[in-house]
């Protein structure tokens, strides 16, 4: 009970930041501190989504689909690499500093070229999405292979089990948690990713519906595709979180010592 | 025939070498110590006889058979318990036999049998971190029962816990051991331990090490409720402390 209430609490600090920045910024649009047609107000924000809502839902559909693609692809290849580089040693060597080094390379730079080699259709921002995905897995998921408990090899070992044995029962799940954090911040790139490509040239999905509303001026619009990203980002991360509990049952239940704690003692077998 | 036997076991790391002509006998349901000081090599003489380092000279023999450098026979455990965090106790102790290619379901139905010799009846879908240190080695002990009821090596598996939960948990050792009969050999720098839990103790000693002495405790293994009161106890204890300052 008492942990429930805590989380409350936790929960009404960022509320109150988040309407304190939609007051302060209504505030700003309201008395004309910014012009209003640099600045629209959040009501006038809300109202331009709600107006285009038919037209940015069919622009989602494009980015999603892309983001989706893209992300299935990039997580396949950056988790196949991690087992590959983790197998076998001269794969790592031989990989591990051009994967840094792709990583060195600004998105903004490449985007453009992958939109001139690749057309404006969703090929470049597929690729695009692989390129940005493909390395928190990579890293994140290789390290948790690595870090592996030692001993707890050895034990397996010990048993005669075979390499993949050890790697199902527990290089796999110990790099679980890594590869979730690397899904969770790969989710939100990819969205990203995928508008800038959109934005640098295409025919439809959110980044397209930005550069056209950027040229008419309306500011407005521009905010509730912002706002929209920002939405989708958060429902993907969420997803990330409900499927990462749903693989990771054992993350759920108490510790012994917080049990004990919790005067549920009864529950836990004791001496 | 003695149950398992090493043979003038040597290993060397480089040019140093850890321990020499180890030559110790193991005869079927006995419980046997190796004691001594740390960094004397006892750890590394287990992972010869568990077949995870190939030993530079002298074999291994269990039921007669060299099995020397060969892993899968002889089950060992540590001071830590290693029950891995993301599976249930059950699936646990049920991994050796799933290493070994039997079904999950027919090894969960194996595991199952022993949940209550072993006092753990009711943790069979609990995770490891739910469990008290003292309960978590039990259920380390029964993984290295089901991995092999042939052997069990067992380092240091009790030095993590706190007095009081030692004391319980060595009473509830000798009562298990006598109920599944494990032929077992047990490392402990604890000389309490060692006299309590054996049926003889080897002392081992030195930088290589090397096995010193032999000490039989002649009090039956079922005999040794507040064995650790007696003057008996204290003798052995006074002999091998000596053993041990001679070194």
Redesign the interface.
Known sequence: MKRKSASTTNKIYPIISILAILALWECLSLFEVVPNYMLPSPAQTVEAFIHDFGLLMSHLKVTLLETLIGTIMGVSIGFASAVLMDRWDPAYKAMYPIIVLTQTIPAVAIAPLLVLWFGYKMMPKVILIILITFFPIVIGTLDGFRSA?K??I????????TRW?IFR??KF?NA?PNFFSGLKITVAYAVVGAVLAEWLGGFAGLGVYMTRVKKSFAYDKMFAVIFLISIISLILIGLVNVLQTKC?P?ER????EE?VRSKKAKE???? | MHKLETKNLTMRFGSETIIRDISIAVDQGELVSLLGVSGSGKTTLFNCISGIYKPVSGSVILDGEDITGTTGHISYMLQKDLLLPYKTIEDNVALPLIIRGVSKSEARRQASAHFEEFGLEGTQKKYPKQLSGGMRQRAALLRTYLFSDNVALLDEPFSALDTITKGKIHRWYLDVMEKINLTTVFITHDINEAILLSDRIYIMTGKPGEIQSEIKINTPRSQRQDYDLTDEFMEYKRQIMALLDHA
């Open positions: 408990d001993d707890a050895n034990l397996l070992r010990s048993m005669g089990a044995q029962h527990i799940p679980l990771m054992w239940v108490d510790d012994f049990h836990t077998i004791n001496y």
